[in-house]
């Protein structure tokens, strides 16, 4: 089932005379995304990551085309609400996602600007401390939390809104590997109870768990499709200054040894399996 | 962007600035005679310019708010002290942002020329005002002196950063406005806190006249430069990244 | 590192002076506790006779003795705020001119003259000052942060009638808070930056430690205000849009004790008030009773 739909999106932060000289940060670009996917949004600095994220909860409104969550177009001011409470967003720095002095109230904030019942939002912040980990830290203040907990915090915060996606604008790159890991976890725990996730990163390594890869670039979109496909597009993705996974390095380094494709092995898993494959059966090892 | 949204956050983030420079001492400039000055309501400026007057009347309350309860808790002088009644410490704050406010949308409206002359009325209606309450409060001795000094901290004031100003950006005189907003505001500043220490007699009279003039114009001057800086620079960093393709 | 050591020590963000405990004063909800707050320090500055005051003075104490806080904290917070005070007392009783006029000249000496007027301003000052400080104080001592900023909130929300924002101005409040450490980091980053190329932030004075700290402001102007957008995103993004339609997690009830509380306290207050308009110098007869 489709959860978004960008049709012909152009977006341009100038108006006025300064637009018709055209300078867009997005252009044309067409994408559909469906319920339960795992989206990761690649490209270099400013090719329109982050722009194009904020257009999927209604942040920015495009300049031409349009943006439909779950049917409803993000230019009808009074869906926003309802779109922004589908799609949940997590940004870079948890410091500026944080806007209470107490870690319930941080929780409990979107559903209180839902309107809901105080008997709801108060199982909703339960609900989502418990998913994120966090019940340890009830009652403290959000400031004196370590980074990696005030991110899960911020995941929390939008859980509780209970959106149908994710949507998290290089939500990791700020923080420290152990941290790194455990939101990544919860993200692909949630994902595996059916939560659609669309994440920006700088990291192939994540990018190559993802299950669908978009490569931005220019404001357009470069490629689009499953990480094997993507990873063995090199040219691209070498005219684009993106990296290549660490585990397609690897392999590349024990090319001359090792008789397999090295263009799929975007995953640890199948290298492992390529490598004891070769090494099982002898003699193609040299 | 929702601009409710954004006015509630900017107020916030101002009015911490504020806290923060008067919590942390940053904001008191050692002047001379153990006097200071202060840039703690410059955030008060900047607020009001950038989303109105009542983001600056909010951050005023802020500002008012916390000056109250350093005074009430942790005083690092007899002048701190005079602080904690709340018609010297929070009525005065609550003016800057407004006044600041006005003066810049009348300005965005004149040339260059006009306002000089207005910003000149401004400095004259001020030291008006010190001079009648003075009048009708304390019976001081020397109306001539002090409404020469208070006249002259006001007026000159308003032209030194007027001409520092110009000196510095002669090109692009869009600025004008916030600079001759930044100094009313801090005058306002000087001229309420001032007037209401005199109407509770913390103050003799004489002594406001040249309180005005050793703080009152450097504050505005310092507050000035600050806010023209600020804006400038963070309405030219959002113009270049609208500019470029993000 | 000289300026970030120095810059620590003179980091002292005093608003968060709480001490739980289990006093009747902690109990109480917050609003009533700010009501209280609020009316001894309107009082305070109205009151314009000796014996208002001192009967302020002795409503404040009775109120932490008799809710089991204790007054040893309330004169504890009274301590550092003392020597000014003295100070200021003495330039009011003695050096002040205007309280020279129509006045009896109690004492003189050269320049130095006490008159009657005098000695009412100076204990006056003295007796506003004390209630003030110590009404924010069993305030400060006995309330949380949150509960202050909920408190606050709850209190001002009928005003939403006649379209003051009452939710908002707190929002405005609570981001306050929560962006001080924010701006403690930033600002420590940024001395610690500057330091490194040699700025000394902690020396100068006039135009010269201005044109030390300038570098200083203006970046922190900046990152704040780029901050401030984030923020902004991040609110909205979870459906922020101000007050309207928005619920709360908790609902607060006013209990009997409360309303108690909150009945004894404006029935005392409103007494004082009243004696301190009702004895003028009519029914006192005599100028020094009249100032009392």
Known sequence: MELIRIDDLSYSYESGPALRAGRYALRGVDLSIRKGQYIAVIGANGSGKSTLLKHLNGLLVPTEGEVRVSGMSTKDKTLLKEIRRTVGMVFQNPETQLVTTLVEDEVAFGPENLGLEPEEITERVEWAMAVTGLRALQGRPPHLLSTGQKQLLTVASVLAMRPDCLVLDEATSM????????????????????????????????????????????GEVAADGEPREIFSRRRILRELRLELPTTVRIADLVKNRLFVETERLFNPRLLASAVSDAYRKGGTLR | MNEKVRKIVIAGVMGAISVFLGATHLGFIPWFAGAALTVMHVPVIIGAVLEGPVVGAVIGLIFGAFSLIQGAIAPTGPADVWFVNPLVSILPRLCIGPVAWLVFRAGKKLKEGQLFIISGFIGVAVNVFIWSLSQKLGGFESDAVMVFTVGVSCVAAVTVSCLLLFWQYKKSSELFPYAVSAIAGSMTNTALVLSSLGAYKFIPWQLIGTIALFNGLPEAVMAAILTVVVVATWSGIESKRKGSSV | ????????????????????????????????????????????????????????????????????????????????????????????????????????????????????????????????????????????????????????????????????????????????????????????????????????????????????????FVPMFLISLRHAEAIAESMESRCYTGGRGRTSRLRPRLKRADYLAIGAFIAADGAILAANYLFSEAVWGSRALCIL
Do not use: Y
Request: proline fraction near 4%; glycine fraction near 6%; charged fraction near 20%.
């Open chain 1, 175 to 218: 923080l420290d590997p152990a941290s790194r890991k455990r939101v990544d976890d919860t993200v692909r725990r949630l994902h595996n109870d059916g939560m659609t996730v669309i994440a920006s990163t700088h990291s192939m390594d994540e990018a190559a768990e993802a299950g669908r890869v978009i490569v931005l670039a220019g």
């Open chain 3, 1 to 216: 590192m000289t300026a970030r050591s120095e810059f620590e020590f003179s980091v002292k963000l005093s608003i968060g002076q709480f001490v739980p405990g289990s006093s009747l004063l902690h109990m109480l909800d917050p609003r009533v506790k700010i009501v209280v707050c609020v009316m001894l320090i309107v009082s305070a500055v109205l009151v314009g006779r000796i014996f208002a005051v001192t009967l302020l003075f002795v409503l404040v104490v009775s109120v932490l003795v008799g809710t089991g806080v204790g007054a040893g904290l309330a004169f504890r917070a009274l301590r550092p705020v003392a020597p000014f005070l003295a100070v200021l007392a003495v330039i009011q009783m003695f050096a002040i001119p205007q309280l020279r006029e129509n006045a009896v000249i109690v004492w003189e000496w050269r320049f130095l003259h006490m008159t009657d007027r005098s000695i009412v301003s100076g204990v006056l000052l003295i007796g506003r000052f004390a209630v003030i400080v110590m009404a924010l104080h069993l305030f400060s001592v006995t309330t949380s942060t949150n509960q202050l900023i909920h408190g606050v909130e709850q209190l001002v929300r009928p005003l939403e009638k006649i379209g003051v924002p009452a939710h908002e101005l707190a929002m405005v409040v609570h981001i306050s808070l929560r962006f001080l450490p924010i701006l403690l980091f930033e600002t420590e980053k940024l001395m610690m930056a500057q330091a490194s190329r040699g700025a000394d932030f902690g020396k100068g004075r006039g135009v010269r430690r201005l044109r030390r700290l300038f570098p200083l």
